[in-house]
């Protein structure tokens, strides 16, 4: 059973996804430590709640971001934790983490990757005017929403949508589609091979097709 570290900024519905599925046995992890930038956050709460070990690292607390990841670093490896899921973590992570778990620090991300990375996928693909949104979840590189993708999933957008009626849709999807990506690592199905001058390329072992799209018709 693979070990999880979970980082969130917010409510952490992505959290209680994974929590959930840990606990019904849907997912063959457990969570063992939860980390928030924001001693406020709800995903703190949740984690508590399930009797969770919590962290918190304030970037004002630190010199560097690079000490404020450490923070994560050391609780992570302190509790045990393989991999890290970003769920919901609204800051960019640097090299202090993605050197201590290399391809083992996954995003998701509510967009369409390379679409719309940044902080507000769906409120900008609302403002391009885009007729498709949806989410990805993929490793974790050192740029803004660049690392290899692990899996996405679409959604039309349909007249009269708002951020919040497209994020009401889109979230289930969300939560889905995290638990399969994760659902390969921990079965340590995924493979990522990286040859000079070409972006790093993601293999998931017995899945040809790694993405879906919605069964919901556009309404004119």
Same mark, same amino acid.
């Given at each position: 059973?693979?070990? =999880?570290?979970?980082? +969130? %900024? /917010?409510?952490?519905?992505?959290?209680? &996804?994974? =929590?959930?599925?840990? +606990? %019904? /046995?849907?997912?063959?992890?457990?969570? &063992?430590?939860?980390?928030?930038?924001?001693?406020?956050?709800?995903a703190l709460h949740r984690a508590r709640a399930s009797g969770v070990p919590t962290v918190v690292s304030r970037p004002k607390d630190h010199p560097t971001r690079e000490a404020h990841d450490?923070?994560?670093?050391?609780?992570?490896?302190?509790?045990?934790?393989?991999?890290?899921?970003?769920a919901g973590y609204m800051r960019l992570v640097t090299s202090t983490l993605l050197d201590a778990f290399p391809d083992r620090v996954v995003n998701v991300h509510p967009a369409l990757l390379p679409s719309f990375p940044g902080t507000d996928g769906l409120g900008d693909a609302l403002a391009h005017g885009a007729t498709i949104a949806?989410?990805?979840?993929?490793?974790?590189?050192?740029?803004?929403?660049?690392?290899?993708?692990?899996?996405?999933?679409?959604?039309?957008?349909?007249?009269?949508?708002?951020?919040?009626?497209?994020?009401?849709r889109v979230r289930p999807l969300e939560h889905a589609l995290l638990l399969t990506a994760l659902g390969w690592l921990v079965e340590?199905?995924?493979?990522?091979?990286?040859?000079?001058?070409?972006?790093?390329?993601?293999?998931?072992?017995?899945?040809?097709?790694?993405?879906?799209v919605a069964s919901e018709s556009r309404r004119p």
């Open positions: 059973m693979r070990s =999880l570290c979970v980082l +969130a %900024s /917010g409510e952490g519905t992505n959290l209680q &996804a994974i =929590l959930d599925a840990c +606990a %019904s /046995g849907a997912l063959a992890a457990r969570v &063992a430590v939860v980390g928030s930038d924001r001693p406020d956050a709800r450490a923070v994560f670093v050391e609780a992570a490896r302190a509790h045990g934790a393989e991999l890290v899921v970003l949806g989410t990805t979840v993929h490793l974790v590189d050192a740029g803004v929403d660049t690392g290899p993708i692990l899996a996405q999933a679409a959604v039309p957008i349909v007249d009269g949508d708002t951020r919040a009626t497209l994020a009401a340590g199905r995924v493979t990522v091979t990286r040859q000079p001058g070409e972006r790093p390329r993601v293999r998931v072992e017995g899945e040809p097709a790694r993405g879906f």
